[in-house]
Structures are given as C-alpha cells and as structure tokens.
C-alpha cells in the first residue's frame, strides 16, 4: 500500500467504468477537474443494447459503434399472438456493450481523466475527513488514494453505495441473463414461420419465460441477444433462455458468451451522502421500470453527478450533491412512477399479460411510446390520444373488452 503522505489526490473518484461512470468522468475532466477512473475490467453487462436517437444526439455517439437499427418491435402475448408495432420515421440503435463501454472509457481517458483496472474494497476518511479509496489491483496489489469527491457508479448492489449511503442495500432488482448467439442467415428467416427480423426487437410477455418480467430477442447485426430477466428467485433464467431459443429455433446457432446481473427495479430515496459521495446509473436505482432500459438513463445520471460534483467542488458545499437527483426526478419521475404502476399491474399473470398485448396494438398507444422511448418525454401535442388510451386502459383494466 502507497505511504500516506505520497498518497495521490483526486478531484474526483469515479468507481466503475460503465456508462454512467465514463460519462462522469468524461465530464468532470472536461472541467478541468483531476478525475480518477476505476473500473475492475473483464466484464460485460447482459444488455439488451438498445439506445434511443436522443442519447445518440445528446452524448455524440458516432455511426461506427451502430451495430444495428432496429424499425421495429414485434410484442408476443402468452397465446403466441404478435403485435407489430413499426417505429415511424425513426429507429432505434443497437449496440454491443463491450465495443460500446470501451469507447467511452477511451474518451474519458481522452477527455484527461486517469484510468485504471481495479476493484474498489473500502473508503474510510483520513485525520482532515478526506475520503481514502482503498482498491486492489488485478495483479492483488492494495493501492489507496485520496478523494475530495466520489461517484459511485459500480452497478445494482453499488459496494460505494452500501458503505456510505443508508438504504443503498435495499434496493430491489431483477435478475437478467442473455446468451449472445451468432444472428441467423437469410435461409433461417425464410423457414421459420414468424421468420427472425435483423431490424426488429422481438419482446415476449409469458409467465413460462418470465413470470413477473420479459423475455427478448434483440438484433445486434452479426450477433443478438437472447435474454430474460426476473425478480423471482426460484425460476431458472437459464432454462427460460434455452425454452425461449428452442421454441424460436435459435437453438441452432453458434452461443458466443453468456452474461448475468442484476437490474435495479426503484430509484433511490437518496443518492448522496450529504458530503462528498453521489451514485448514478444502477448503483442508484436507476433504470426504468417495465421496460429495463438503463444505459440513457445512466448516461444522463453520470452526467448529473458530474455537474453536481463540479458545482459541491467549485462552492465547497455538499448541499450542491443533492441537485442530481432533483433534477433527474422533475425531468424523468412521473415517467418512472407510471411505468412502475404499469409494470406492477400488467405483469402480474398472464391474463392481464394478454391484455397488455392487446393494448400494445392501439395506434395511439404505439406513437406515444416511441416518441417517449426516442425523445424522453410526454407528448403534449395530442391530449385526444392520451385521453383514448386512458379510457382504453380502464375498458382493459375492468374487463369490458376482451383481448383482441
């Protein structure tokens, strides 16, 4: 371990190397701020690996790391009954997070930020209350420096988290598993009966896939992802993978790697410990309900930390920590709270899954979730709509229609 008094000292520690993190540091270092990135490495995230056109735009993500665009989402209900819905004049991109977290760790590294493999074990403060971040190499070698900042961006289960800010280890998640497979040719479309769209994400509502989520086949160009994610403890996400790639005829192709990890279900109440630690991304709760997706909304947390952080460094006051999540919370918290509404309800069996299906095929309710996935907000511009989905939904909720 590094003696005390030639301990290095950072600006900022950014723990974990993910999305939300190399966001982070990225912009921290383009303030001008000594930024310390450390990521454990040799991991890829199991991710479905969509982002929207506004992430895109809004972080200057280049065409090189598209592997995909996606026109399309195919929703199967529980009887096998597919719903189309076509993205109109807009796509969704996909990427693979190996290549995709890579280039953002490079740019942050670009950007000035000092990088470097590790795990992070402990944080404990010197005789002034500067942070200490104790990691150790890959190589087993214990190396601490200082920290007048912290931003734990280290996943669901965020061990920054759980020792600096209570409730952090209460956090509830679904468990995800995928298996990135060798995408079909053009002859295995043409056999099969629903066929396999290399521009389109298939996404399966089944309690026999996911008893209380989803399962997914999406499109990543030469490879796809296979995947299924569920809170319930004792359902095999393995053997819903292996189903779901039987029943689809995906069983034939090449398996590359397979991947685990969980996926936080409720943004935390709190995501600063008052004094000089913020988490962002997964390790603060941040992924959206019913529809999982998390690199957006990490991207976005990372860059909210790094603002409330320059602003705590620039003021010396930590009151500035709590920005990130008031700001995240008056852009994104009654997207979140209605999709968590929707996900308690509509995933709970499979009657009420079929439903939800049925749903799904209303052109009104089609436009206004792309345009809320793509551009991160609600669609004022057609109350008529918002009203037909809404005395749709009841009809559905009280049984007056019956799946279509």
Not at 47 to 52: K, L, N, Q, R, Y
Not at 187 to 207: L, P, S, V
Not at 231 to 252: C, I
Request: proline content about 4%; charged content about 25%; hydrophobic content about 40%.
């Amino acid at each position: 371990m590094n003696i005390n008094n030639a301990i290095e000292t950072f600006d900022s520690v950014v723990v974990g190397g993910g999305p939300a993190g190399a966001t982070a540091a990225t912009d921290l270092a383009r303030q001008g701020l000594s930024v310390l990135l450390l990521d454990r490495g040799g991991r890829i995230k199991p991710c479905g690996g969509a982002i929207p056109p506004k992430l895109i735009e809004e972080f200057c993500i280049p065409d090189s790391l598209l592997v995909a665009r996606v026109n399309s989402a195919r929703i199967i209900s529980p009887t096998d009954r597919g719903v189309d819905m076509p993205i109109d004049d807009g796509f969704v991109a996909m990427v693979d997070r190996d290549e995709f977290d890579e280039w953002l760790r490079c740019r942050a590294e670009t950007a000035g930020t000092t990088r470097r493999t590790g795990t992070f074990k402990k944080l404990e403060r010197d005789s002034n209350g500067i942070s200490l971040i104790h990691y150790l190499t890959k190589e087993g070698e214990q190396h601490t420096v200082r920290a007048r900042t912290i931003i734990g961006a280290d996943g669901a289960r965020s061990e920054v988290g759980r020792q600096s800010i209570p409730g952090a280890d209460k956090v509830p998640y679904v468990a995800a598993y995928h298996e990135i497979i060798e995408s079909p040719d053009a002859a295995f479309h043409a056999k099969t009966e629903n066929g396999f769209d290399k521009a389109r994400c298939d996404i399966y509502y089944n309690g026999e896939l996911s008893p209380d989520f989803y399962a997914w086949i999406f499109p990543h160009g030469k490879t796809t992802s296979v995947g299924v994610g569920s809170a319930n403890k004792g359902f095999s996400l393995r053997a819903a993978v292996a189903n779901l790639r039987q029943l689809t005829g995906l069983d034939e192709s090449v398996t590359i790697r397979r991947e685990g990890a969980p996926i936080p279900l409720k943004a935390m109440a709190r995501w600063d410990n008052g004094k000089d630690v913020i988490l962002a991304g997964d390790a603060a709760g941040v992924v959206a309900p019913a529809s999982g997706e998390g690199i957006y909304y990490a991207m976005h947390t990372g860059r909210l930390a790094a603002d409330a952080v320059t602003e705590c460094i620039m003021s010396n006051d930590a009151r500035a920590l709590r920005t990130a999540r008031k700001r995240f919370m008056r852009t994104h918290g009654k997207i979140f709270w209605m999709l968590g509404i929707m996900q308690k309800f509509w995933y709970a069996n499979d009657k009420r899954r079929e439903r939800f299906v049925s749903i799904c095929n209303d052109p009104d309710v089609q436009y206004l979730t792309w345009e809320a996935y793509m551009h991160k907000r609600f669609v004022k511009a057609k109350p008529a709509a918002h009203a037909r989905i809404f005395f749709k939904d009841m009809a559905h909720l009280l049984g007056i229609v019956s799946p279509q």
